[in-house]
């Protein structure tokens, strides 16, 4: 049984997220994503819309580009998810990426190279 997880992610990595989640399907289906659309405005319907998400996933991945660092909605998801009580894992999508959203500033949260099968095993799901 795959398991539901929610990605988090900046508005410029929608091709990264998009490339982690075909490769996460080839390898054999053991994470299965939800995310929010990253092109509609962070207002409370958007906010209502993830926060239900999250309800349903058991964990949040946050991708982490260069830009990430900035994002508000990235950073409202990562806490949204804590208080929630999910567990909450960090994908350097590149090794120079040097920068992390504050809310991932915590102890205890695992960052992980962009390695598909590490995440999985991360979050005790198969790949």
Avoid: Y
């Amino acid at each position: 049984m795959a398991r539901t997880v929610f990605l988090s992610f900046a508005a410029e990595d929608q091709w990264l997220a998009n490339a982690l989640r075909a490769e996460a399907e080839h390898r054999g289906g053991g994470l299965e994503f939800r995310d929010s659309a990253v092109w509609e405005p962070f207002g409370r319907a958007r906010r209502a819309h993830v926060e239900r998400l999250l309800r349903a996933c058991s964990a949040t991945i946050c991708l982490v580009g260069q830009t990430t660092w900035r994002s508000d909605a990235v950073n409202w998801e990562i806490r949204k998810s804590r208080q929630l009580g999910k567990r909450v894992v960090a994908v350097r999508l590149s090794p120079d990426v040097s920068r992390f959203p504050e809310a991932l500033i915590k102890p205890g949260v695992t960052v992980l190279p962009r390695d598909i099968e590490q995440v999985a095993r991360a979050l005790g799901a198969a790949a």
